[in-house]
């Protein structure tokens, strides 16, 4: 398990992590959100000892990064798709294998097992943002970790690549390892996420399961018929609020079932009844809007 | 605030940390050992080494074939010539320990050296090892070449009993230190190409004007002026060197200096 405890960082004037404080557990894929700027990647360098924090720690199963005994076969970490272009991607694995003590073989099996076996003997100059994200993948999985730490993994991937690292992260998950994995497609991660980790400007919004963030979205109901002003009087008797949007009437306090049985009762016809829940997306950017360092006009 | 989510099982083992001092040292040893054999690959998987080397080879044999060729001095030989190519295999041996670190600041590999080996000192130890031997090996070929060149310029072999070794003692060490030297400035410049001019300008342009103006007292503190003094190949009426251990103390000590800068920065700021 990933314990990060009041994370701070701060760049000058600008505090690029505030206290920031979660945990990622085993065999959960944990997401980690946040709008551009707002500390994911400082975070998990942090969390990988690449960056001095101001304040507080990160422990994996209780020990520092930098106290790990092999902090390979503890922790894989791909937070950029970097590598030498002159040398080819068996020759960088091997490099990596070399200095966390492993079998020059483990390089050619992690290549097979992203995929990218067969280029093996290729220089990365010549790769794709693609398959540069395939090979920073392979050399996290190099030690066998117990926990993946994965930073914007889809950037640069097909749709067929994307849907094999979801695939893949999530029966790495199911096979008992964390993975923290952040993105800034928040409908992406929603869709093999457990949990997500949510941050605005350095500082921690929300972290809980998916599906208990999902199920703190306002419910409604939306009403298309063209006996409108009946409708509204009706369910004004009933105490039930509603809303207009567009030519729909949006009603909230009240389930479509409900709505279906009142709107026979007093014979208005009513040409479509759908619920309506906002989606994980607008949930998290209304939650991070405040926070957002960046926006569009 | 800490938020703890839902805790399922897993299958992995944690790892323990190191317990006793005298495994913590083994331990030590052993991720010095794995460090340089990464630094080892590192080396020697990309072209720019072996470039390097072949251009001391082509560059040491040139120099040293000039100078047979063209110099007309009585007492001339391989022995007393083929040093020259000493000159420009520290500059090669400077350029090789630069590029040791400045070309993993530039991809950004030093992210992944790091993250395999948090202790960074360990990585900068595995450096200073590779570099010094690389640094060797080019001392080696240059003179090799030197020789060769010296023999293909015309010149008789002359006394390589007393002369020959000691010019490869000092000339080799010349060129390890010059290598630990530039590795220390590539760890503070961060930037191959910066690191390489500002050497070079140093060495063959502000030394060069420092040494036009000012005394001898100075000047033969400054740091390529007396590492230059470790090949002992001035001509009589220009020697204000110290002997070869103090000039090779001198130098030494500008290479230390620069190392010891340049881990500390590296130690105390991201990567």
Redesign the interface.
């Known amino acids: 398990?990933i314990?990060v405890?009041n994370l701070t960082k701060t760049y000058g004037t600008r505090r690029a992590v505030d206290n920031l404080?979660?945990?990622?557990?085993?065999?959960?894929v944990?997401g980690f959100v946040g709008p551009n700027g707002s500390g994911k990647s400082t975070t998990m360098?942090m969390m990988?000892?690449?960056?001095?924090p101001d304040d507080g720690h990160v422990h994996?199963?209780?020990?520092a990064?930098?106290?790990?005994?092999?902090?390979?076969?503890?922790i894989g970490?791909a937070?950029?798709a970097?590598?030498?272009?002159?040398?080819?991607a068996r020759?960088?694995l091997?490099?990596?294998c070399?200095?966390?003590?492993l079998a020059r073989s483990r390089a050619d099996e992690v290549l097979h097992e992203v995929g990218i076996g067969s280029v093996a003997d290729q220089r990365v100059g010549g790769f794709s943002l693609g398959m540069r994200q395939r090979l920073a993948l392979a050399?996290a999985l190099l030690g066998e970790p117990?926990t993946l730490l994965l930073d914007e993994p889809a950037n640069g991937l097909d749709p067929d690549g994307i849907r094999w690292l979801r695939s893949f992260l999530r029966s790495y998950a199911e096979?008992?390892?964390?993975v923290l994995v952040s993105s800034h497609l928040i409908s992406e991660l929603a869709l093999f996420a457990?949990?997500l980790?949510v941050i605005g400007a350095g500082r921690?919004l929300?972290?809980?399961?998916v599906q208990e963030i999902v199920d703190t979205a306002d419910h409604s109901v939306l009403v298309e018929t063209p006996q409108r002003n009946e409708l509204i009087v009706l369910l004004g008797q009933h105490g039930i609020s509603v809303g207009e949007s567009g030519t729909r009437l949006t009603i909230a306090g009240a389930s479509r079932s409900d709505i279906a049985q009142l709107a026979l009762n007093h014979q208005i016809r009513l040409d479509e009844l759908v619920d309506h829940r906002a989606s994980l997306e607008d949930l998290l950017v209304d939650l991070t809007n405040d926070a957002a360092e960046f926006t569009s006009a | 605030m800490a938020t703890t989510l839902t805790p399922p099982s897993t299958s992995f083992e944690p790892t323990a940390p190191a317990t006793s001092a005298r495994h913590r040292l083994e331990r030590r040893g052993s991720r010095l050992a794995a460090s340089v054999r990464s630094e080892s690959i590192k080396l020697t998987t990309v072209r720019a080494p072996r470039a390097i080397l072949a251009l001391t080879i082509l560059v040491g044999g040139a120099a040293s074939f000039m100078v047979a060729h063209f110099v007309d001095e009585p007492d001339i030989s391989v022995a007393t010539v083929f040093g020259f190519s000493a000159v420009f295999t520290t500059v090669f041996a400077a350029v090789g320990g630069i590029l040791a670190y400045t070309t993993e600041a530039e991809h950004h590999t030093a992210h992944q050296t790091f993250a395999a080996e948090p202790r960074r000192v360990i990585v900068i130890a595995a450096k200073v090892i590779t570099t010094a031997g690389y640094a060797a090996l080019l001392g080696l070929a240059g003179l090799a070449a030197g020789a060769v060149g010296a023999a293909l310029g015309g010149v008789e072999a002359g006394d390589t009993s007393t002369i020959l070794p000691a010019m490869i003692g000092w000339a080799t060490g010349f060129a390890v230190l010059s290598g630990i030297l530039g590795l220390g400035v590539g760890l503070i410049a961060r930037h191959s190409a910066a690191a390489i001019s500002g050497l070079l300008v140093w060495w063959f342009v502000v030394e060069n004007l420092i040494s036009a103006f000012a005394p001898e007292r100075v000047v033969r503190f400054m740091p390529f002026f007396a590492g230059r003094g470790m090949l002992d190949i001035a001509d009589e009426g220009e020697r204000i060197a110290f002997d070869r251990p103090a000039t090779t103390l001198i130098f030494a000590a500008y290479a230390i200096a620069a190392l010891t800068i340049g881990a500390l920065a590296t130690a105390r700021t991201d990567p």
């Not at chain 1, 990988?48 to 001095?52: A, K, M, P, S």
């Not at chain 1, 970097?82 to 080819?88: D, E, Q, V």
């Not at chain 1, 929300?206 to 399961?209: E, L, M, N, S």
């Open positions: 398990m314990t405890e404080s979660f945990d990622v557990q085993p065999g959960r944990t360098r990988v000892g690449l960056t001095r994996y199963n209780g020990t990064y930098h106290q790990l005994d092999r902090p390979v076969a503890t970490a937070l950029d970097s590598a030498h272009p002159g040398r080819t020759n960088h091997r490099t990596m070399a200095a966390s003590g050399g117990e096979q008992g390892g964390a457990d949990d980790v921690l929300t972290a809980a399961p």
